[in-house]
């Protein structure tokens, strides 16, 4: 071979051999790049699956209210006085006494509602209850909200979820479940509907509330617990007939709770999903358009019993019926020997 061919064939060599270790450093390159990008993406994960301010949890502390009609007052720690002391049922009524939470002592001796709140760790709500219905059901005002995320919870379920957060639940939902828990504690309570003689629409036809015998008294005194509150004329408590015979009066609003009354994020309707906590909002925005609604609504006094509403409106008598077959007429004179002989 002649020594130029020689000199051709070394430099077509060479040029070969340069392109190859080019690519092979670009490729170590890439390969690199790619490694470095797939940590970076992994740190920004780790970032992203660490929890916010978390380098601060030490700071968190135990918190304790109590929450009476409309006061919310702080609980401090209890000194050990060598009392019995019991650790927290898991229940949500409980009896008065000297009980551990998170580590702490409590003297939970007066009646009322008590939440326990610990940061990052849980919240805890028990109700202290021994004989006063009125602070009990303040109590149930505090935790209930007007809403439906909760409607189709058990009472079981509710009372569960009650241990540990407020419930969003209708009026009627929340009356019936009050009931059962009055029931569970020997008082004596029953369901009371007020219904409208307006056109009928398709959200704010009638009112559930509960009417409580009070043994103190001597009668049956009427909740609205939906509105957080009860009526009293003359400084005297008011039935249900009783306040909807004031019910275009000067009657008095007496407070039970001071809470949030509407879970604005949570009262849509079931079937179409359609807002409704603007229009109940208007309602309570203030007392002039409650009392405003009341009068509205509650127009036909119902109580139930056995299943069966019974109503004494002559006049209205067919069309009432015909709402719902548990809608019953009965006179006047019969209506009051049932209910408030």
């Known amino acids: 071979m002649k020594t130029g061919n020689i000199t051709k064939v070394v430099s077509k060599n060479r040029f070969a051999i340069s392109i190859a270790i080019n690519i092979s450093l670009v490729l170590m390159l890439m390969a690199t790049l790619i490694i470095i990008n797939r940590s970076n993406i992994n740190k920004k994960k780790d970032i992203k699956k660490k929890e916010p301010y978390s380098q601060f949890k030490q700071g968190n502390k135990p918190y304790a209210y109590y929450l009476k009609y409309t006061q919310t007052t702080a609980v401090n720690e209890a000194i050990d006085n060598r009392e019995v002391i019991l650790d927290l049922p898991d229940t949500l009524i409980i009896a008065p006494g000297i009980y551990r939470v998170n580590n702490q002592l409590y003297d939970?001796?007066?009646?009322?509602?008590?939440?326990?709140i610990y940061p990052e760790v849980s919240n805890k709500q028990r109700i202290v209850y021994e004989k006063d219905n009125n602070v009990l059901l303040s109590s149930i005002s505090w935790i209930v909200s007007h809403g439906n995320a909760d409607d189709t919870?058990?009472?079981?379920?509710?009372?569960?979820?009650?241990?540990?957060?407020?419930?969003?639940?209708t009026c009627g939902t929340m009356i019936s479940w009050t009931q059962s828990l009055l029931s569970r504690l020997g008082t004596s309570s029953r369901i009371v509907l007020g219904l409208t003689l307006k056109e009928w629409n398709t959200y704010d036809n009638g009112h559930t509330l509960l009417e409580v015998y009070d043994q103190g008294l001597h009668k049956w005194i009427v909740y609205d617990l939906d509105n957080n509150q009860y009526f009293s004329y003359n400084s005297v408590p008011l039935s249900f007939y009783e306040y909807w015979e004031h019910i275009k009066d000067d009657y008095q609003i007496i407070k039970l709770a001071n809470d949030f009354k509407v879970d604005v994020g949570g009262f849509r309707n079931?079937?179409?999903?359609?807002?409704?906590?603007?229009?109940?909002?208007?309602?309570?925005?203030?007392?002039?358009?409650?009392?405003?609604?009341?009068?509205?609504?509650i127009q036909v006094p119902m109580i139930q019993i056995d299943g069966i509403f019974y109503h004494f409106d002559r006049a209205n008598k067919n069309r009432v019926d015909s709402y719902n077959p548990t809608f019953k007429y009965i006179d006047f004179e019969m209506f009051m020997s049932k209910f408030y002989k």
């Not at 939970?108 to 326990?116: I, K, M, S, T, W």
């Not at 359609?274 to 409650?290: I, M």
Request: net charge neutral.
């Open 108 to 116: 939970l001796q007066n009646e009322g509602l008590y939440r326990f």
């Open 153 to 169: 919870l058990s009472f079981k379920l509710l009372e569960n979820k009650a241990k540990d957060s407020k419930l969003s639940i």
């Open 270 to 297: 079931k079937y179409n999903n359609f807002d409704y906590s603007l229009l109940v909002e208007q309602n309570l925005t203030s007392e002039e358009n409650l009392r405003s609604w009341y009068a509205n609504t």
